[in-house]
């Protein structure tokens, strides 16, 4: 089915330690995004592309780093991970026509 | 940046009553509208999205939200809800470029049988 992946759905890590999200898109989207939930904070974004190559900051960038080398996927990464990461992250392309279409996320829980 | 304020951040109501989820923004430019909703242990899902014209948007599940340009708000209705609009439910706000979208903290609307 047509949509966007993420890749792992659960993961735990101990403090330090590095890991990386993968977010999958098959509908030629040029935009992605990265959010983080956090209870009774809605949805914030780490990080975006406005296509293959680039990529911006966010709301709150600090402690990741995303890559986009090729245009179906959109890499979030965490060189190490720190307690206040625990929250669940959900990866977003957007359609030409404005709205967004997301993965079905993320829960990682740092120790 | 832009702001969304959700004010609500539980609504419980019972079942085949109407329901309104209030969201509103602060901007001073032209703004694109949304509201998403996300079933537990899921990713959010479209329900409308305001982008011009009528300020009446009518989206899937029986959900509609008006624009009110003058009170910057955009608030969600739905006249008889069911058990399974049980969900939390998020506004969005985009600038006219499309390039990044504001989420407010969510409303957890709980229907009751």
């Known amino acids: 089915n047509a949509g966007v992946t993420q890749t792992p759905k659960f993961r735990v890590l101990k403090t330090g330690q590095s890991m990386t999200l993968l977010c999958a898109q098959d509908?030629?989207?040029?935009?992605m995004y990265w959010y983080r939930q956090d209870p009774g904070m809605g949805l914030r974004l780490i990080h975006y592309?406005?296509?293959?190559?680039?990529?911006a900051k966010g709301e709150v960038p600090d402690g990741y780093n995303v890559s986009r080398l090729k245009k179906q996927n959109f890499l979030l990464g965490l060189e190490s991970a720190a307690p206040s990461q625990t929250s669940v992250y959900f990866c977003?392309?957007?359609?030409?026509?404005?709205?967004?279409?997301f993965g079905e996320g993320s829960r990682l829980t740092v120790l | 940046a832009q702001s969304v304020t959700q004010l609500d951040s539980q609504v419980p109501v019972f079942e085949e009553a109407p329901v309104e989820l209030r969201c509103n923004y602060s901007?001073?430019?032209?703004?694109?509208l949304f509201w998403y909703v996300q079933y537990p242990n899921q990713g959010l899902q479209l329900l409308l999205k305001?982008?011009?014209?009528?300020?009446l948007v009518k989206g899937i599940n029986g959900f509609e939200a008006e624009f009110n340009k003058s009170q910057t708000s955009f608030h969600l209705r739905k006249p008889s809800v069911h058990i399974s609009d049980t969900a939390e439910y998020f506004c969005?706000?985009?600038?006219?470029?499309?390039?990044?979208?504001?989420f407010g903290s969510g409303t957890k609307l709980n229907v009751k049988p």
């Open positions: 901007s001073s430019v032209s703004v694109y």
């Open positions: 509908m030629n989207h040029e935009y």
């Open positions: 592309s406005v296509g293959e190559g680039t990529t």
């Open positions: 305001y982008l011009s014209g009528s300020t």
């Open positions: 977003a392309s957007k359609f030409e026509t404005g709205e967004l279409f």
């Open positions: 969005a706000v985009s600038l006219y470029n499309f390039n990044k979208f504001y």
